[in-house]
């Protein structure tokens, strides 16, 4: 499956973007996705996770209540709502893909996005 992610910008602290992840393939629903961030000189983390059937959604202490993670397997995307953003939020995020049950770390996921940048400003 190929990534492709979009959405990413420049906002102002308690603003709002919406991020996609758009897939190639017709079986992205055999795929659990997730979305993790790397800011600069930091490792790359964890956000946020969904089920293949876009039930059950995981989601990191720093992002939980402000940030929603759900898919549209029909047009084979998924996408992360971030709400209430904060200066620390600023990365790059990417959308991952894996067959089998979700995880939350990055050596877990086979397929990456190109990623789409975040800023937060004060």
């Known amino acids: 499956v190929q990534l492709q992610a979009s959405g990413g910008g420049l906002v102002q602290a308690g603003g709002s973007l919406r991020l996609s992840c758009g897939a190639s393939g017709r079986t992205f629903d055999t795929y659990s996705t997730a979305w993790f961030r790397q800011a600069p000189g930091k490792e790359r983390e964890f956000v946020a996770a969904?089920?293949?059937?876009?039930?059950?959604?995981h989601y990191s202490d720093s992002v939980k209540g402000r940030f929603t993670i759900y898919r549209d397997n029909a047009k084979i995307t998924v996408y992360l709502q971030m709400n209430s953003l904060k200066p620390e939020d600023t990365a790059v995020y990417y959308c991952?893909?894996?067959?089998?049950?979700?995880?939350?770390?990055?050596?877990?996921?086979?397929?990456w996005g190109q990623g789409t940048l975040v800023t937060v400003s004060s």
């Open positions: 991952a893909a894996r067959l089998g049950v979700v995880r939350s770390k990055p050596e877990d996921y086979d397929y």
């Open positions: 969904i089920t293949r059937g876009g039930v059950i959604s």
